[in-house]
């Protein structure tokens, strides 16, 4: 749901942030004073291509902002989590039009593009009134809200799942088949089996060849060094640790006969005594084993090279070069019985395809008996709305691909006649702005179903021009199915007629003001009484009556009734 809107400096606002609330929110004002501004906004954070027109003159840039609770948007909090876009449960839409005509756009906080702004936009918001920004002018669309209206999911889901099974296994089969011979891939793949067994280690196999190489190489340091310490453990000098440590502890003996409380110490010069001479003795154990061996080292120099030169080559850490081996390996089984797994598949393939195309046939079976009742509630939804004679089809025609799609094998395209003996065309082509919106708000409205649960799946609507070539009884009617339409998503009308008007559970005014040198729009949100004042002005025109305010109560009273 949409819940602010904030512009600053577009087309003719200075300023205004715009609190909306769930229902049906109206926006009046005078002929010329912006009122379509809001849908404009709304449009250019959905992804549409802006110009710099819309930068407000004499300014640096546009900003517009909208933020949205995603409670009721379970298709747009899946797409921000698939985009990385997610923000605990909120979304932000921010887009900046600079005056030399470049623009830049942000999903919460973070840099979007377009075609990004445009596909989160279409599963945030529905705009009815401009023909190339309407979901219900998509053939995808359609079909949805056909299944949909129709509670199709049950249906729907085994086609779709068949399909993905159908196109995992095809494209397994084109895998295997290849558009060459497999003879030289085998070729290849068992040469590099054979050469990988021969030199890939195990990771405790690695670790030990280098430690080993790490000991030859410093072979001589370690001797030398080794030799040193040995001297001064137990050398011939004067000062060794060990010569001195008996020293040490023949003194201490003889001091302890004097006194017994230094036989403790000597306990302690005993104990660290024997910690010297194992220390010693394996010091020189571990000497004697240390060889110069320069032969050794050669060797594991080649095989340390030659797990380099195949990490190189097969562009795998050294440590991965055992699994990799065991990848190739069953690439190489697989191709090697590549004949008998491809009739396999085929089986599989031609099983899966028997089941779609029954669980298909199902589905369009549900699809054409929905296609007749959404056909015939939108059509007597028509009448009601001013376009007395008017029919509405869903008509439905083969898929052009033969191959088991995941929508079904047919595709519907929404038609309509506005005009009695008119041919049904396809509602994209229909001209008027008016006519196509009251059409959409007719095909919302009687895809709310009999239970009132709306079949669409975006949660805020815009209707702009709804209310274009009507009055009178016809607008009443019009304003009662967009508040039965704003009990159960959001919807945003703007309006010239107060029979609409009257409808609404909010209402917003736009009014337009001027100095002599420039012009500034204002929205406000209208209270009870500037409600029925703006309805009596638009009944009324400049001179306001007691009768035109009682008039206007009555509406707003017989609306809220």
């Given at each position: 749901m949409l819940q602010t809107l904030f512009v600053k400096d577009f087309a003719i606002v200075g300023e205004a942030e715009i609190a909306f609330a769930p229902g049906l929110t109206v926006v009046t004002g005078e002929t010329g004073a912006g009122k379509s501004l809001?849908?404009?906004?709304?449009?250019?954070?959905?992804?549409?291509?802006a110009d710099a027109g819309v930068v407000r003159h004499g300014s640096e840039r546009a900003e517009l902002i909208a933020d949205f609770d995603l409670g009721d948007a379970?298709?747009?909090?899946?797409?921000?989590?698939?985009?990385?876009f997610d923000d605990d449960g909120t979304c932000q839409l921010r887009r900046v039009i600079r005056a030399e005509g470049t623009s830049r756009a942000w999903i919460n906080g973070r840099p979007a593009t377009l075609a990004q702004m445009q596909a989160l936009g279409e599963r945030l918001i529905e705009i009815h009134g401009q023909h190339e920004h309407q979901a219900l002018l998509d053939k995808s669309s359609q079909l949805a809200l056909l299944d949909a209206f129709g509670n199709h999911a049950d249906l729907a889901t085994p086609v779709a799942t068949l399909a993905a099974r159908w196109r995992d296994i095809d494209a397994r089969m084109r895998a295997l088949q290849g558009e060459h011979d497999h003879s030289e891939r085998i070729a290849l793949l068992a040469h590099q089996v054979e050469e990988l067994d021969r030199h890939a280690l195990e990771p405790a196999e690695l670790?030990?060849?280098?430690?080993?190489?790490?000991?030859?190489?410093?072979?001589?340091?370690?001797?030398?060094?080794?030799?040193?310490?040995?001297?001064?453990?137990?050398?011939?000098?004067?000062?060794?640790?060990?010569?001195?440590?008996?020293?040490?502890?023949?003194?201490?003996?003889?001091?302890?006969?004097?006194d017994t409380g230094l036989a403790s110490t000597g306990d302690l010069l005993d104990a660290a005594g024997v910690q010297l001479d194992e220390a010693n003795a394996a010091l020189l154990r571990y000497r004697d084993a240390l060889d110069l061996d320069p032969d050794?080292?050669?060797?594991?120099?080649?095989?340390?090279?030659?797990?380099?030169?195949?990490?190189?080559?097969?562009?795998?850490?050294?440590?991965?070069?055992?699994?990799?081996?065991?990848?190739?390996?069953?690439?190489?089984?697989?191709?090697?019985?590549?004949?008998?797994?491809?009739?396999?598949?085929?089986?599989?393939?031609?099983?899966?395809?028997?089941?779609?195309?029954?669980?298909?046939?199902?589905?369009?079976?549900?699809?054409?008996?929905?296609?007749?009742?959404?056909?015939?509630?939108?059509?007597?939804?028509?009448?009601?709305?001013?376009?007395?004679?008017?029919?509405?089809?869903v008509q439905i025609e083969p898929a052009e691909k033969t191959s088991p799609d995941a929508q079904g094998v047919e595709r519907v395209e929404f038609l309509v006649s506005a005009n009695p003996g008119q041919p049904a065309r396809a509602l994209r082509k229909v001209a008027s702005g008016g006519e196509l919106s009251r059409i959409s708000l007719a095909i919302e409205v009687a895809a709310l179903g009999k239970d009132d649960a709306s079949a669409d799946a975006v949660a805020t609507m815009v209707f702009d021009e709804v209310d274009t070539g009507i009055g009178g009884a016809v607008a009443e009617v019009v304003g009662q199915k967009l508040r039965r339409l704003g009990k159960h998503r959001q919807v945003l009308c703007v309006t010239h007629l107060p029979q609409v008007a009257a409808q609404g559970h909010h209402h917003l005014r736009v009014a337009k003001s001027t100095d002599g040198k420039a012009t500034r729009t204002q929205i406000e949100a209208l209270d009870d009484k500037s409600r029925r004042d703006e309805i009596a002005r638009m009944l009324g025109g400049v001179e306001i009556t007691r009768e035109t305010l009682a008039h206007a109560k009555q509406m707003l009273g017989s609306a809220s009734r």
């Open positions: 809001m849908v404009d906004c709304l449009l250019l954070l959905a992804g549409q291509r379970p298709a747009a909090s899946a797409w921000l989590r698939e985009e990385e670790e030990a060849l280098n430690e080993t190489h790490k000991r030859l190489a410093n072979a001589g340091q370690l001797i030398q060094g080794t030799s040193a310490l040995a001297e001064l453990l137990d050398g011939d000098g004067e000062f060794s640790l060990l010569r001195l440590m008996h020293r040490a502890q023949s003194e201490i003996a003889r001091l302890a006969q004097t050794k080292l050669a060797e594991t120099e080649t095989q340390i090279a030659k797990l380099h030169e195949l990490s190189r080559k097969h562009r795998v850490p050294t440590v991965e070069l055992k699994p990799h081996a065991q990848a190739l390996r069953d690439e190489l089984e697989t191709l090697q019985g590549a004949g008998a797994a491809l009739e396999k598949l085929e089986r599989e393939r031609a099983a899966v395809e028997r089941d779609y195309r029954a669980a298909a046939a199902k589905l369009s079976t549900a699809r054409a008996a929905t296609a007749k009742t959404l056909g015939a509630n939108v059509s007597a939804l028509m009448g009601e709305l001013g376009m007395a004679g008017g029919r509405f089809e």
